[in-house]
Each structure stands twice: as C-alpha cells, then as structure tokens.
C-alpha cells in the first residue's frame, strides 16, 4: 500500500514540477510581458524559437536519461 502511494505521490510531483518549469519558460519567453500585450513580430519570432530550443533541450533530457537506463 505505502509503494502505491509513493508512486502516486511522485507522480504528481513530476507532473507539478514539469508544469512549473513550462511555465517559467513561457514566462522567459515573453520577458514578463502579460498575455493581452501585442507582441511585434519580431518578439513573436523570437518567442517561437525559445519555445522549439527548450523543446529541444526537453526531449535531449529525456534521451540521455533513457540511455542510461540501458
């Protein structure tokens, strides 16, 4: 019973967890701007490439973690 819970509880901390740090880099990505401020399209531009290079990182993460698994 105490295994079932600790999976539980841990999966909701990593999913707690992913869920802050997507919104930090959201966050990072608009420099603090709120969501109702137009963005040029310049900053548009740039918003969608730090989107794709966290991406990026994200799915290198999840690569070397499964890696070493096996």
Avoid: C, H, V
Wanted: net charge positive.
């Amino acid at each position: 019973m105490q295994q079932i819970l600790r999976m539980i509880f841990n999966q909701l901390l990593r999913r707690g967890i992913n869920y802050g740090i997507n919104k930090g880099i959201e966050r990072a990505s608009r420099k603090g701007r709120n969501d109702d401020t137009p963005l040029t399209p310049e900053e548009r531009r740039k918003q969608q490439q730090l989107r794709k290079m966290a991406g990026n990182a994200r799915r290198l993460a999840r690569m070397t973690k499964l890696g070493r698994r096996f």
